[in-house]
């Protein structure tokens, strides 16, 4: 519960004056609701120490989450140069592109009916930019978790994504190339419970839709092969193997892909954890025992104690908002239907259709928030007006609204919160708001598309200390708060 810093005010006379107003008013709890958030810079700034992950008590296997790049991946103290914020966001911008690029191709046909400028566009754009089968979401997801493959158990720590659908691993003998692994990589040969699937069987099918690829054949065994938009990829062998997500919840016969050829910016993770809704997903292969649902949370740079847990033992909270997914469009992604953007307490003029036109979609991979470009510009200048006394610093990648906070210890931010339909509002922790590289550069953490018809993303810098709940059976999405710090 470390972050629920939100109910720190921006001016003490206002503060008294709607206190004095409470205590008139009312004899129940008194609640001061503030539009702003009051910290510390160094709230907002990277940690160098792990702080112990303090497990809690929660239902269903909750495995724990680190962030790659932080102080408690130990992937990270091995890794001879850590990327920089800006080749974070630069890979980011590629993984944007392929998603778009996906969406669009699977959109094509449910467009052309409705509107022909927008198809016209859309098939430009997705000639300029990727094939379908080659526009698979992924490869800069910034949080892993560690689970167990094969008998004996093996651990591998795989990037987590909901934006894609094959769990692959590397494999040996690495037949044609393996990147440099943290872990030792994993040796089909050395577990008794490892199957090669066949070309025949059902199973090598489904990789069309789960990888984008049709499945190749070696030897009678399967082959799968998945690109990710900025031409990292895996290729190997579709195989079987005992799953061991905690000691009791174990899945005989769990699909994965078994990398023989590897490359791209998977750090030095074992590979990669598919978890959206596509048949072969680990979502839906796990559902006979956790029914499609699992919930997470993303810790901040300084946090530690994030999770990702499969199924429900424990019954829905009260505390949590629910919103309906939007319609999917397509097997993977999960879509949410945004309905507005409050900044500062003030709800920004953006028409409910340039969201409902866009589409969003909310990934864990992807670092940045996207916007519709009409929605990105409104939340930027209202925001900008609010930051106003602060000095602007130079533009960060792809962030246009930076702030050079070197002679601040304390700050006062606008909150930000999306609407969502089914009357939920997220209200970001102001980790979710501003992106540090340093004091002299804090940014203003949301990027717009270049047009309005390209798909937005809720990404992963929004959803950090969000406890967030997909409940995938029940088609709908929950949010509470304080779920890691
Ligand atoms: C869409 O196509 C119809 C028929 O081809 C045409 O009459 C109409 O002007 C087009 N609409 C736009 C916005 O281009
Ligand atoms: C899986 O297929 C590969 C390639 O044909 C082969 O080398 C390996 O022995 C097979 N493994 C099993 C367990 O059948
Ligand atoms: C910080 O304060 C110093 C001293 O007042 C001033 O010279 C400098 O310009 C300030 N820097 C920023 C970024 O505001």
Known sequence: MATRTCLLFSSSSFLLILL?????????????????????????????????????????????????????????????????LTEILAHDQARVDSIQARVTTQNYDLFRKKDNTSNKKRVKDSKASLPAQTGIALGTGNYIVTIGMGTPKKDLSLIFDTG??????????????????????????????????????????????????????????????????????????????????????????????????????????????????????????????????????????????????????????????????????????????????????????????????????IDSGTVITRLPSTAYINLRSTFRQFMSKYPRAPDLSLLDTCYDLSNYTTISIPKISFNLNGNTNVNLDPNGILLSNGASQVCLAFAGNGDDDSIGIFGNIQQQTLEIVYDVAGEKLGFGYGGCS
């Not at 290729?235 to 005989?252: H, I, R, S, Y």
């Not at 050829?261 to 979502?283: E, H, M, Q, W």
């Open 20 to 84: 004095s107003f409470y205590l008139e008013k009312s004899h129940a709890t008194v609640e001061v609701e503030s539009h702003f958030h009051t910290l510390h810079l160094t709230s907002l700034l990277p940690s160098t120490s792990c702080t112990p992950t303090t497990k809690g008590k929660r239902g269903g296997a909750s495995l724990e989450i680190v962030n790659r790049h932080g102080p408690c991946s130990q992937l990270n103290q091995k890794e001879a140069k850590a990327p920089s």
């Open 164 to 361: 894609s659908d094959l769990t692959w691993t590397q494999c040996q003998p690495c037949v044609k190339s393996c990147y440099a692994q943290q872990q030792p990589i994993f040796d089909p040969s050395s577990s008794s419970t490892y199957y090669n699937i066949s070309c025949t069987s059902t199973a090598c099918s489904g990789l069309k839709s789960a990888s984008g690829n049709n499945p190749g054949c070696s030897s009678s065994n399967c082959v799968y092969g998945i690109q990710y938009g900025d031409s990292s990829f895996s290729v190997g062998f579709f195989a079987k193997d005992k799953l061991t997500l905690t000691p009791t919840d174990v899945f005989d016969g769990f699909m994965f892909g078994c990398g023989q050829n590897n490359k791209g910016l998977f750090g030095k993770t074992a590979g990669l954890i598919g978890l959206g809704r596509d048949p072969l997903s680990i979502v839906s292969q796990t559902a006979a025992k956790f029914g499609k649902y699992f919930s997470y949370c993303l810790p901040t740079r300084r946090g530690s104690n994030g999770h990702l847990t499969f199924g429900n033992n424990n019954g829905v909270k009260s505390t949590l908002q629910f919103t309906q997914f939007a319609p999917s469009q397509g097997t993977s992604f999960y879509f949410i239907d945004v309905l507005g953007i409050s900044v500062g307490g003030k709800a920004l003029s953006i028409s409910p259709t340039v969201f409902k036109n866009a589409g969003t979609i």
